[in-house]
């Protein structure tokens, strides 16, 4: 018996009249609910094909169509009655007909069925291809832009081109009518609209009297306005906690002052409006006094901050909207508008020319297949009119998944064919809405959620499944906790948190009771900090350091550490399947991220870590090695003289050239196209070029090659292109080829995937090689990319894919990447901005001051999307986090604060940005939703995330931070904030140097199977020297730096011993750096820094004062002569370095200079046997050489010094410090040793002295 929830019982089994609505939360069931309402209402009479179910995607109509028959066959089993068992088996041979499929599908079923009535062609094919449509679209219009410039007399075409179009082309304008035409066409009227774009723009006289102003630009400003309010109304929250009073009265005076204007705003004229907000000035803020105390000057700081943030808002107010007069205003928008007026006729023009072209093609794109079902089902022909009676009276009940991602022309078509009485059962989540770049419109769900709850018409109801029956509790809480701050309906589209319902239905709730209850209770927040330490923070020169070069690539080494750190250390979960917690497996684990940007690096990395990983989209698949290779050259079968391509061709595995010979090639033709210079040697070669065996060996290829062009070309003339790439494969055997090569399978099904695509496009409107190879540059040139070719994945790997790819799946543990990626806002960045509701918004171009303006209509629009884009992003972030089931990391970066000289420590300024808009906030149990200022001003996930875990209680014990807030102080979620440096992340990575490229598998000699004693006897012969055939006789002091530690370390971990007798045993760090041409990180490294500053302590005049500007003028001086490079002069800390000669050994330095030594080199030679353990005999010596950074040989003691540029990130950690203090123990006494040696005398005074905390440690010899 199958156990519901109350809401879940009554969306299954309701069947009273009206529509239904039912908001399904993440991980509620909403399929199953489907599934099931369907068995209920089969078992109840109605017929599977008196319903109409509309899914989303064509696998989810799938799964769909498998679950019901799967429940259709478990109710037969059960069935013991024959006329049911009857029914049950004719509903099953009806499901396979049923009407459950895409929208799309739907909708091309109805024309397929009634063509005739709009007298369509029933021979189309579908346009499914974007490049494809693309390339259509690009066709027509070109002629019409061509028809048009012919027929511009009075050049109003010439000035929307100007208008909107860039120096170099027109593309600007083509973008708008493509852009235009699509919001056009998911209307049931395109024309309608289309006509109704420049409503706003009609304004008279007077902007603040006019229909525009009232409705459209009046409660953007009022908004605006609004929210600097909020801010001030922030800031005197926090000053309220001060004792000082004057704050306070000065940000009451100023928030009643911007009160007042609001009142302004209904009241002036445009003129007068500009001049109050051009006139806006404010006094200084009241100034600190010395005596504050520490944590009032605080709170006086951060209501500073909160008070300039609102004056800056108050601000743009000004300069946003009232920068010109009314006149001014009123000309532009006069000039705008019949602008606008062209772009109408011209996207008329633009949509009657590409109608026709597809007709003339039989093909149909699914927005053609939606109009032509709207005008089957909506005709005023009585056919139509039949056709829609039928329909309305054959489907009991229309059943929508995903009802928040339809959009307007959908919902008109469900409707058109609905009861009067209501039979649409909508299945959706708000919250789950993102799909607005498919022009879905999630406002729809929501206007039919607020009417049926509101005023239910008809019985129209709405039903909320908030149990979630995917997550651990855990995951559940932080998702609330989260969401419940930031998403409401003016940002996000819903009100997660209903003050107003106390059941609080949008708010998840556990409906999965079978976790255990030790599975870990926290959700993770990872940050990458890829702010550089203080110069001096860099570590040992010589240890191994990590090449980041970005924050993307840091995050990806620490996600890559986390997995690897989970399964070594075997982490559990809980398996459903099994009823028990088993160890945690790659495929287990699921990566989200919002682009597929970093796909690639998770590529390179994961490999590194030899982490398996299955990546959706990993490869772009145009950018293969092997589909590169083949474009290039079906790119010179068409057209040879193409340098690029055929360079690529001729180095491939196809032809086999190298540098040197096409170097050759080049030489002997210096001018003109390489084909040329290709010919030319054929031709001349033996006469005019001189006969050699190198010229002979390229000679053979050339010829080889230009046969096989030639074939290729008669074969591309005489054939179709499939038959030219099979040919192709044969001819050169580069489909075995490639099978050989890593990942051999996954190539070959890349190039079997060409043949197949080629097959395709010949099926299109477009036909011949030039074609396709222009296909295909198009489908590069718009990064409008095919996948991979699938091959069968059946091995134990991490999932990566995007968070719109993951949108219906649910992944044990989820690691959500890039958290701070910025938003993507380039559509409202643009010269014109769209809106389903206000029409364009546009930037007017003033050709006579050449200037652009953007025009009052834009930015009210501009407002607009910007809000519904980040509400999408909001979404998103929700999606993200409900994938996960049990475990969730959220994986973020920071980058450099700032680029002045002043230090900002960057975890300290994120999170003081945090702390301030938490307490900027209200501070309501009832409302716990983030201050709107704050939430609208995010620029990325970590923005709307970060102030939200600041009134935690779990921030205050981590950061020891009190938000003065009771919002959380209930709150069951848990969570750990945790930032990591690369320092931490060089501790566990792989060196790449020393890693392998390939694992061998070596064949391992058996004495077993040697049967003669004297072979074995020869072959187990050992030299009695050995030690000395493969022991090196050199070594560096920073290699053997360990040897003369304590006692306990004379075993020499480090050492680089090595059974195999062809290697040389030593001390070795392993961290050789890279050839020049194979570095590719830009920023100084740790060991260039710390080389840079020995410098500056060599060179610095010693018998001068030492202050801060002589330590800067020496670092310019090294930059001036090119011994060190601005990049790293600019991280080396003259403030450090300074305060060493204010030490105690830089005060003897000071007042004894000239006994001063400074980077003094060394040879010494020792006894081997002190070195190699394995070594018995003393006699032989090694050499090692070194460098000691200083020593002072004073009248009665030698002090010997070395300064260390470890990071040391507490003055007092000693347990750091004594790790640096073992580290280098062995190498000062080895100077020791030297010195002794060099001066005949003993060192009495040994020091480490430690540059990041400016401190000097005596260090004793080890006896």
């Not at 068995?39 to 498998?66: C, P, Y």
């Not at 895409?102 to 974007?130: E, G, K």
């Not at 009451?252 to 004229?269: A, G, I, N, W």
């Not at 022909?381 to 039928?390: E, F, G, L, S, Y």
Request: aromatic share 10%; glycine share 4%; with cysteine.
């Amino acid at each position: 018996m199958i156990q519901y929830t109350k809401a879940q019982k009554q969306a299954v089994q309701d069947e009273r009249p009206g529509n239904i609505l039912v908001s399904a939360s993440a991980g509620s069931g909403k399929t199953r609910v489907l599934v099931d309402r369907v068995i209920h209402k089969v078992l109840n009479g109605t017929s599977i094909d008196q319903l109409l179910i509309v899914t989303f995607t064509k696998a989810a109509a799938k799964e769909m169509r498998d679950r019901i028959q799967t429940a259709l066959r478990e109710q037969l089993k059960k069935t013991t009655d024959n006329q049911q068992k009857n029914r049950l088996i004719t509903q099953l041979r009806k499901v396979p007909v049923a009407y459950i499929s895409t929208f799309d599908a739907f909708c091309q079923r109805i024309i397929q069925h009634y063509y005739y009535i709009i007298n369509l062609d029933p021979n189309f094919r579908i346009l499914n291809d974007n490049t494809e449509r693309e390339m259509m679209r690009e066709n027509v219009w070109n002629d019409v832009r061509e028809d048009l410039y012919a027929n511009d007399s009075n050049h109003k075409f010439a000035d929307l081109t100007e208008n909107f179009s860039g120096d170099r082309d027109d593309d600007g304008l083509m973008d708008l009518v493509y852009q235009t035409y699509d919001y056009a066409n998911v209307n049931q009227n395109p024309s309608a609209w289309l006509d109704h774009i420049s409503d706003m723009y009609h304004v008279n006289d007077s902007i603040t009297q006019s229909d525009f102003y009232q409705k459209s630009l009046l409660p953007v400003l009022l908004d605006e306005l609004q929210n600097s309010a909020l801010g001030f109304e922030s800031a005197l929250r926090i000053a309220d906690r001060e004792d000082q009073t004057k704050d306070a009265d000065q940000l009451k005076v100023e928030l009643e002052t911007v009160k007042k204007y609001q009142h302004l705003l209904k009241t002036k004229s445009w003129d007068e409006l500009k001049n109050t907000f051009q006139s806006i000035k404010f006094k200084n803020f009241p100034s600190v006094s010395k005596k504050m105390p520490d944590d009032q000057k605080s709170l006086h700081d951060q209501a500073k901050d909160a008070r300039n943030a609102a004056k800056k808002q108050l601000n743009q107010i000004g300069s946003n909207f009232f920068e010109l007069s009314e006149k001014d205003n009123l000309s532009i928008m006069k000039n705008a508008y019949g602008l606008i007026q062209e772009l109408i006729q011209v996207v008329h023009a633009f949509s009657n020319a590409y109608q026709q072209y597809k007709k003339e093609q039989h093909v149909l794109e699914f927005i053609d297949i939606e109009h032509d079902a709207d005008r089957i089902l909506n005709g005023k022909q009585d056919k139509a009119k039949a056709v829609r009676a039928n329909l309305t009276k054959q489907f009991n009940e229309i059943m929508v998944d995903e009802y928040q991602d339809n959009n307007r022309l959908q919902d008109q078509i469900l409707s058109s064919i609905a009861k009067p009485e209501g039979n649409l059962f909508m299945v959706g989540d708000v919250k789950q809405s993102i799909y607005r770049f498919r022009l879905a419109d999630p406002k729809m769900f929501m206007n039919r959620s607020k009417k049926y709850s509101q005023h239910p018409k008809n019985g129209s109801r709405v039903i909320h499944l908030a149990e979630n029956f995917r997550s651990d509790r855990n995951v559940i809480s932080f998702v609330n906790m989260i969401f419940k701050q930031i998403m409401d309906e003016r940002l996000g589209g819903i009100d997660y948190y209903d003050s107003s319902n106390n059941e609080h239905p949008n708010l998840l709730k556990v409906g999965a009771t079978y976790y255990p209850a030790d599975l870990p209770a926290q959700v993770d927040v990872l940050i990458y900090n890829s702010h550089d330490q203080d110069s001096f923070n860099q570590g040992d020169p010589n240890e191994n350091t990590l090449p980041i070069k970005d924050s993307a690539q840091g995050q990806i080494e620490l996600v890559a550490q986390k997995i690897k750190g989970l399964i070594s250390k075997h982490a559990e979960i809980f398996d459903r399947k099994l009823g028990r917690k088993r160890p945690m497996q790659y495929h287990d684990i699921a990566i989200l991220s919002s682009t597929h940007n970093n796909n690639l690096t998770i590529a390179d990395i994961f490999h590194r870590y030899q982490l398996p990983v299955k990546i959706d989209d990993s490869q772009k698949y145009f950018k293969t090695t092997e589909i590169q290779i083949m474009m290039s050259l079906l790119s010179i079968i068409d057209n040879p003289y193409q340098d690029i391509p055929l360079a690529a061709v001729l180095r491939s595995p196809i032809v086999q050239m190298d540098e040197n010979q096409m170097a050759y090639l080049r030489i002997n033709q210096r001018s003109g196209d390489y084909f040329n210079a290709l010919k030319h040697f054929y031709h001349t070669y033996g006469d005019k070029i001189e006969n050699s065996d190198f010229g002979d060996k390229v000679y053979q290829k050339v010829q080889a090659f230009l046969e096989q062009l030639t074939d290729f070309r008669n074969v591309a003339q005489q054939h179709e292109l499939v038959d030219l790439i099979w040919y192709i494969y044969q001819q050169t055997g580069f489909l075995d080829y490639v099978g050989g090569m890593p990942s051999g399978k996954q190539r070959q099904a890349n190039l079997h995937a060409l043949y197949d695509r080629a097959a395709e496009y010949e099926k299109t409107s477009f036909k011949g090689l030039f074609q396709f190879v222009r296909f295909v540059r198009r489908i590069q040139e718009h990064d409008d990319d095919l996948a991979a070719a699938q091959i069968s994945h059946t091995e134990d790997a991490i999932n990566v894919m995007t968070i719109h790819r993951s949108k219906g799946l649910e992944f044990p543990v989820v690691f959500l990447i890039d958290a701070a990626h910025q938003f993507n806002f380039n559509q409202i960045r643009g010269n014109f901005v769209l809106n389903d509701r206000l029409g364009l918004g546009m930037t007017y171009f003033n050709p006579k001051d050449r200037v652009n303006i953007d025009t009052l209509q834009k930015q009210v629009i501009v407002s607009n999307e910007k809000n519904a884009d980040l509400s999408e992003e909001m979404r998103k972030l929700y999606v993200a986090m409900t994938r996960a089931e049990q475990r969730l990391f959220i994986v973020g970066a920071i980058k450099n604060a700032s680029r002045s000289k002043k230090k900002i420590n960057p975890v300290e300024k994120l999170l003081s940005g945090w702390e301030n808009e938490a307490m900027a906030s209200d501070q309501d149990p009832k409302n716990p939703v983030l201050n709107f200022t704050a939430r609208s001003h995010a620029k990325n996930d970590l923005d709307l995330i970060g102030p939200a875990l600041v009134r935690h209680p779990d921030f205050k014990k981590q950061w020891n931070y009190d938000a003065h807030s009771t919002v959380l102080s209930n709150d069951q979620s848990h969570f750990k904030l945790q930032f990591i440096d690369k320092q931490e992340l060089a501790k566990d990575a792989p060196n790449p140097e020393t890693q392998s490229k390939v694992d061998l598998d070596l064949e391992h000699y058996d004495p077993k199977n040697v049967a003669s004693d004297s072979i074995k006897s020869i072959m187990d012969f050992q030299y009695p020297n050995q030690m000395a055939t493969h022991t090196t006789a050199y070594q560096s002091v920073s290699e053997i730096k360990r040897l003369f530690d304590d006692p306990d370390n004379l075993e020499l971990g480090n050492f680089n011993g090595s059974l195999d007798p062809r290697k040389t045993n030593r001390y070795t760090t392993q961290n050789f750096n890279r050839p020049q041409f194979m570095q590719t990180v830009e920023t100084p490294q740790s060991t260039d820094i710390g080389t840079a500053t020995h410098l500056v302590l060599q060179k610095l005049n010693v018998e001068k004062p030492i202050t801060l500007e002589t330590v800067q003028q020496q670092i310019n001086d090294l930059v001036k002569n090119q011994l060190v490079t601005p990049e790293v002069a600019q991280k080396i800390d003259a403030n450090h370095i300074m305060k060493f000669y204010q030490s105690s050994i830089g005060k003897i330095i000071l007042k004894h200079p000239r006994s001063l030594h400074r980077e003094v080199p060394f040879s010494l030679l020792i006894s081997a046997n002190r070195i190699f353990k394995d070594f018995r005999d003393p006699k032989p010596k090694v050499l090692i050489h070194g460098i000691i950074d200083g020593y002072l040989d004073l009248d009665d003691k030698v002090i010997l010094f070395d300064y260390k540029t470890d990071y040391v990130r507490d003055a007092h950690d000693e347990m750091r410090i004594n790790k640096i203090i073992k580290r280098y123990q062995g190498q000062v006494n080895l100077y020791g040793i030297a010195l002794k040696r060099i001066l005949h005398r003993p060192v009495d005074q040994r020091y480490l002295y430690l540059l990041s905390i400016d401190r000097p440690i005596p260090l004793n010899e080890k006896k």
